[in-house]
C-alpha cells in the first residue's frame, strides 16, 4: 500500500503503481485479495485492481484477509467472514472473531465463550474458552484462557497445560517463553523447559533465534539457549533471513 495526499493504492514489485491512489482506507493484500474503503464502501481488491463490493448493507469493518476469508462486522455489530469476491461465507454471528490459520479460527458466542470454527463456519473446537489466540502453524497449538488460567489446545481439542511457568507465550519455531523465578526460558509442546529461565527478558524465536536480555543488555540465543551474539546492545531487532 502507498498513499499519496489523503488517498490510498499500491505499488507492484518493481515500484510502479499497480493501483491507482484513490481509497480512503485499504489493508495490506494477503492470499491475493485486499480490502479497500471507497466512499465509505467496502470492496475487496484482487491484484489486478478489479473490484468486488463487499456483501451487505451498514458493514462497520473489513479486516484483513487470510487464507481466503476476511472478518466483517455487520450492521448489528456481529462478526462474520467474507471471501475473495466480497460475498458472505460465514454469515455474521459471534460477538468478536480471529483469523484464520490451518484453516481455524478462534470466534466468541453471544455468552461469552470462544471456541474454533472450520471455514464454512461449523465447531471444530465447541466454545469453552474465556479468551484465545490463533493457532501456531508449527506446533498445531493455540493458547487460551480458562477463567484465570492459560493454557494450549491442539486441533483435537485436547488441552495442555504448563504449570510450572508464572507466563504463558504463543509458541513460535517450535518454543513459548515462559518465567520462573523472576527469570525468563522457553518450553517446548510438552511443557518442558528446553532452555531454562535464566534470562532477564526475551522475544519469540524468529528463524531459529530469539533475542534476549542480560541484566540491561540485549543479545541473541539459538534453541539450545547459546548465545550466538553477546548481550552488549541497548536494543536489538529480531534476526531475518536473507536469501
Do not use: C
Not at 18 to 27: E, G, L, Q, S
Not at 42 to 55: C, D, I, Q, S, T
Not at 185 to 205: H, L
Amino acid at each position: 500500500p502507498i498513499r499519496q495526499g489523503d488517498k490510498w493504492g499500491y505499488l507492484n514489485a518493481q515500484g510502479k503503481v499497480a493501483i491507482p491512489a484513490k481509497y480512503d482506507r485499504v489493508t495490506g493484500f494477503n492470499s491475493g485479495h485486499a480490502v479497500a474503503m471507497l466512499n465509505k464502501n467496502f470492496v475487496v481488491l484482487n491484484a489486478k485492481g478489479e473490484e468486488f463490493p463487499v456483501e451487505g448493507s451498514g458493514v462497520l469493518d473489513v479486516k484483513e484477509f487470510a487464507e481466503g476469508l476476511a472478518p466483517y462486522r455487520a450492521a448489528d455489530k456481529t462478526f462474520g467472514f467474507v471471501d475473495g469476491n466480497g460475498k458472505v461465507a460465514i454469515k455474521s454471528q459471534f460477538e468478536s472473531v480471529g483469523y484464520f490459520v490451518d484453516g481455524l479460527a478462534w470466534a466468541k458466542t453471544a455468552d461469552g465463550k470462544v471456541g474454533f470454527i472450520k471455514t464454512n463456519g461449523e465447531w471444530a473446537i465447541q466454545p469453552q474458552f474465556t479468551t484465545a489466540k490463533e493457532f501456531d502453524p508449527s506446533t498445531g497449538l493455540a493458547r487460551v484462557k480458562t477463567g484465570d488460567v492459560w493454557g494450549y489446545v491442539n486441533k483435537s481439542g485436547e488441552i495442555l497445560n504448563v504449570n510450572d511457568t508464572d507466563l504463558w507465550s504463543d509458541f513460535s519455531d517450535g518454543l513459548a517463553e515462559g518465567r520462573k523465578g523472576g527469570k525468563v526460558g522457553f518450553y517446548n509442546t510438552k511443557g518442558e523447559w528446553v532452555i531454562k529461565p535464566q534470562f532477564d527478558g526475551s522475544r519469540a524465536f524468529k528463524n531459529g533465534y530469539a533475542a534476549a536480555k542480560q541484566g540491561d543488555k540485549w543479545g541473541m540465543i539459538d534453541k539450545q539457549g547459546n548465545w550466538v551474539i553477546q548481550p552488549l546492545y541497548d536494543r536489538i531487532m529480531d534476526l531475518e533471513r536473507v536469501n
